[in-house]
């Protein structure tokens, strides 16, 4: 450190006796420099005074070894410290570069950082000249991340090295991998209540942990446009859950069109899917009809019950699904369709498949994504919101004031009669 740091400044004035030069090193200087000043030590440039110090400030510090001291203090640093001058070759690493590269500092010292690491950051800034950092690196062979600050060393404006200040941050690393996984559980806890907020719209019955974890799942697949199976037992929801998805999708302003495979002859499931052309055959309508394909473009499919489906019907819903088309009974024109399809089954897919009662490359085409409806017995927290739901909606239809018990489940003994 130069004492022009340090002095007090003041105006220039012609040196009437010795002083010291604004460009001493102060940590090179030693009690006998001083001897012959009093009390205020002038600090000079050229010819002229500019300054001055006290002289038993100076002498506090350089009564101490001016360089053993600050390699003291370095080695208690916090941050690992290394230089190396500008032939590459490292004079200076404190003892904390030692453990945070665990290494001993004496195998650092006197290497050539062009030799032994031609790559490394420090050598850029050798032959830069130019300051760098870098943070959160992550280091192989110590498996640990870093940040490190490297900086070109500059002395009565040459260049003579370079120094680079390390810290562990690895700990920093763990926080933010932390600070994700908390985001990531707010998003999902926003999630879940937004897809509780939308099933209430819709009606939907159920705050059991099995049923919002389906709530959470859908919630996630709306918001793509892969297909979606949906499995479970007559009467757990099915339909529902698909309005759920298409609401909650990109395709919401667009229709839902709902086809139940099982309720449709097998004569007709095709004009029903793809629609068909005036006179295309007896009893069609004038003018012909378009499909639910059609009906759906845009928006969302809903084939209800397709394990119901004929195979020769199935063929031609994969065609569809696949090629993005579909052409109408009679016509001689292929019609381009935009449907997401959202599918579901009480059946056993996999038993029909391996019965051929069903084709694989159709299961695959709806299967992207399986949501499967618990039934009510496993989620026996819900049954008293249906009960209740039941006896609200019965209370409206016939004008009656039946209520259930608080704070218990909804049974027959609980209700009073007003």
């Not at 440039?45 to 500019?50: A, F, L, P, S, T």
């Not at 004496?106 to 300051?131: D, H, I, M, Y």
Request: charged share 25%; net charge positive.
């Amino acid at each position: 450190m130069k004492l022009d740091k340090i002095m007090k400044g003041r105006s220039p004035s012609p040196a009437t006796s010795s002083g010291l030069s604004v460009d001493q090193e102060l940590y090179e200087l030693s009690p006998g420099d001083l001897e012959s000043f009093g009390p205020v030590v002038p600090i000079l440039r050229g010819r002229h005074i500019v300054g001055d110090l006290k002289k038993d400030r100076i002498l506090n510090v350089v009564r101490l070894n001016g360089q053993e001291l600050i390699s003291e203090i370095m080695d208690h640093s916090s941050e690992g410290i290394i230089a190396a001058g500008r032939n590459g070759i490292i004079f200076y690493a404190n003892e904390m570069y030692a453990q945070i590269f665990e290494l001993p500092v004496g195998k650092v010292l006197g290497r050539n950082v062009f030799e032994t690491e031609p790559n490394s950051a420090l050598v850029r800034v050798l032959k830069q000249k130019k300051p760098l950092t870098l943070k959160k690196q992550y280091v192989e062979t110590i498996k640990k991340y870093v940040s490190c600050r490297i900086n070109p060393i500059i002395i009565n404006g040459r260049f003579q090295g370079a120094v680079s200040v390390f810290s562990d941050a690895s700990e920093l690393v763990a926080l933010d991998h932390k600070i994700r996984q908390a985001e990531q559980v707010a998003n999902d806890l926003r999630e879940k209540m937004d897809s509780i907020t939308e099933a209430e719209k819709l009606k939907i019955i159920g705050q059991s942990p099995a049923f919002t974890k389906v709530l959470s799942q859908v919630a996630i697949v709306a918001r793509t446009s892969v297909p979606a199976l949906i499995l479970g037992e007559n009467g757990v929801g099915k339909e529902v859950i698909a309005n759920f998805i298409h609401r909650n999708s990109d395709r919401a302003d667009k229709p839902l069109i709902a086809v139940n495979c099982a309720s449709i002859p097998e004569n007709l499931i095709e004009s029903e899917l793809f629609g068909y052309e005036s006179g295309s055959f007896t009893g069609a309508r004038k003018g012909g009809k378009i499909g639910k394909f059609e009906m759906a473009d845009k928006g969302t499919l809903f084939l209800d019950e397709i394990g119901d489906m004929s195979l020769a019907a199935q063929t031609k819903v994969l065609r569809a699904i696949q090629e993005k088309e579909i052409s109408r009974i009679g016509g001689e024109r292929s019609i381009k369709v935009d449907v997401r399809i959202i599918a579901a089954t009480n059946h056993n897919l996999d038993e029909q498949i391996a019965s051929r009662q069903f084709r694989r490359d159709l299961f695959y085409r709806i299967n992207t994504v399986t949501v499967t409806i618990p039934a009510l017995r496993d989620r026996k927290e819900d049954l008293p919101l249906f009960a209740n739901e039941f006896l609200r909606q019965f209370n409206a239809k016939y004008d009656k004031w039946i209520f259930s018990c608080d704070r218990r489940p909804f049974w027959p003994t609980c209700l009073s009669l007003i």
